[in-house]
């Protein structure tokens, strides 16, 4: 029988950027605070507690603007500031610098993408705007719900 030693691998080497908890992610648009989880059904999405800016990894804005997390329609802590959209921010996951997009279903809403990690920005109030705006409440309406 042959045994393999293996060696203690230091923590840091285990943990990487992307693989941190969600509220030691840093805002897009305010650095200096970290983000705060909000759980969905199947999944969660991180807001800023000073802005109000939402962070949405790969497809949970999808999944957010059909089963909306309780949380997200509280308003933002304070008013949006008028100058975020104008800011570049960076990837709260990968701290690259983000492009701006408008919205497919609202085009008047800029959100910040990640080219990197198909991640989502939406400033303070912009996930309302979306969701009043889009194809599903839309329907919603139609049907009376």
């Not at 969600?22 to 802005?51: M, Q």
């Not at 999808?62 to 304070?78: C, E, G, M």
């Not at 920005?121 to 996930?127: H, I, N, P, Q, T």
Request: proline fraction near 12%; hydrophobic fraction near 35%.
């Amino acid at each position: 029988m042959v045994a393999f030693a293996s060696r203690p691998r230091p923590e840091a080497a285990l943990t990487d950027s992307a693989e941190q908890p969600a509220a030691a992610k840093p805002c897009a648009k305010c650095p200096s605070t970290p983000l705060e989880n909000i759980p969905g059904h199947d999944f969660s999405v991180d807001r800023c507690p000073e802005c109000g800016g939402t962070w949405f990894e790969g497809t949970t804005l999808d999944k957010a603007l059909r089963s909306t997390p309780d949380a997200l329609f509280q308003p933002p802590p304070r008013p949006p500031d008028p100058g975020a959209n104008a800011r570049k921010g960076l990837c709260p996951a990968c701290k690259t610098p983000m492009s701006k997009v408008n919205s497919l279903t609202s085009p008047r809403i800029i959100m910040d993408v990640c080219k990197v990690c198909g991640g989502k920005w939406l400033d303070g109030g912009e996930f309302m705007k979306i969701r009043g705006r889009g194809l599903f409440a839309k329907l919603k309406r139609l049907l009376g719900y």
